[in-house]
């Protein structure tokens, strides 16, 4: 059993906890992911590491409640233990050797990009960090952000924070201002991450991206979080998280992603009515 040793809640739909389990913390690097288990009966989720620290023993996780296990997951408080913590799994990030990087986070994925900016900053690489939500009652991490980078450039998609476009835009001004990068790191939404990947395409910027398809064992062996990736199927439990963004079938990708969309939403709809005392409780 794992405890809950710290909770905050970072927006109206995304939660921060921080879990005491010492020995993911003590193996836990950038790019890397645990599988949890709420309870006996619940489902195993895939969620990235945000951060860790090996001398109190903890790990911490972000996300969002979209889903019947995480919505379940957030109403745990302080104190409380999940079942099952396991991990870290995939592959860490390379990062070493990188002297100017650009790493950019879609929404929960600047979640996830958050733990790569540290890392790169803390081995002396010159960071930018672009961030992009929705509006600005969403925007999250701002002040962390902030102290692992040289320049963070935040958009909303209505401009409510002051500063409005697509992560996209920001990349392609400053590409065209004639900053160059040994790395880019991209990390949202699918449709995000392909768009990034074509800008960087014709700079020859090499660029990485984390996937993250449907995800069962975290092992290889179910299968279900195969990509293709230069023509080749990739495990991204195994093989990733972290792929080459010039070589990920986007498209494909993207098709997946719904196969599961009405098994999701029937499920939630149980999990609901059940919470709400309905028929089916």
Do not use: W
């Amino acid at each position: 059993m794992y405890r809950i040793v710290r909770k905050k809640v970072l927006n109206p739909t995304v939660k921060l906890i921080e879990v005491e389990a010492p020995y993911v913390a003590r193996k836990a690097e950038p790019g890397q992911f645990i599988i949890l288990r709420v309870n006996e009966k619940g489902e195993r989720i895939p969620l990235t590491v945000a951060d860790f620290d090996r001398e109190k023993g903890t790990v911490t996780i972000i996300f969002q409640k979209v889903g019947k296990t995480t919505k379940l997951l957030g109403t745990l408080e302080e104190g409380d233990l999940i079942l099952d913590f396991v991990g870290p799994l995939g592959k860490p990030t390379h990062l070493e050797g990188v002297k100017k990087a650009v790493v950019i986070g879609g929404g929960l994925g600047t979640a996830i990009a958050y733990p790569q900016a540290k890392k790169l900053y803390s081995l002396g690489a010159e960071v930018d960090i672009i961030a992009g939500f929705r509006n600005k009652d969403l925007i999250i991490l701002e002040e962390e952000l902030a102290k692992v980078c040289h320049r963070l450039f935040i958009t909303t998609d209505d401009g409510s924070n002051g500063t409005k476009g697509f992560v996209s835009d920001i990349l392609k001004e400053l590409l065209d201002q004639g900053n160059r990068y040994d790395l880019a790191i991209a990390i949202g939404p699918l449709v995000m991450m392909k768009v990034v990947s074509n800008l960087t395409r014709p700079y020859g910027i090499k660029t990485i991206v984390s996937m993250n398809p449907i995800m069962i064992d975290g092992t290889g062996m179910c299968g279900g979080c195969r990509i293709t990736v230069g023509g080749t199927t990739k495990f991204a439990c195994v093989d990733g998280p972290d792929f080459d963004g010039h070589q990920v079938d986007f498209d494909e990708a993207i098709r997946r992603q719904s196969m599961y969309r009405e098994e999701e939403k029937r499920s939630m709809e149980e999990h609901e009515c059940k919470l709400g005392g309905g028929n089916n409780a």
